[in-house]
């Protein structure tokens, strides 16, 4: 069993405009469907995606895309995990003075 389709894509690049804003989504003419430009980078440089958003109608894809724009703002409360101890930096070059 494999779950590995041989999907080549076609993909053309169309602009939309959500809220004023113009967005650059691909469409994939073998399968008509439309890729979330977040959710799929590569399509953008015809590349075949492992996974992703992808909708049959493009109403689906600008629903989805401003759930991504909801999602940046939640986001921005989150904070990440500081691993600052890396990057200490050791004044080793420093001369020492003795006292
Ligand atoms: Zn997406």
Known sequence: MSSTTRWIPNWKLLTIEIENKKIEICFDEVS???????????CKKG?????????????DLKEHIKAHRLGLWLKK???????????????????????
């Open 32 to 42: 008509k469907l439309y890729a979330c430009p977040y959710c799929v980078p590569q």
């Open 77 to 99: 409360e989150e904070r990440e995990e500081e691993e600052e101890e890396e990057e200490r930096i050791r004044a080793e070059e420093e001369e020492e003075e003795e006292e």
């Open 47 to 59: 590349g075949i995606p492992d996974y992703g958003s992808y909708f049959f109608n493009i109403e």
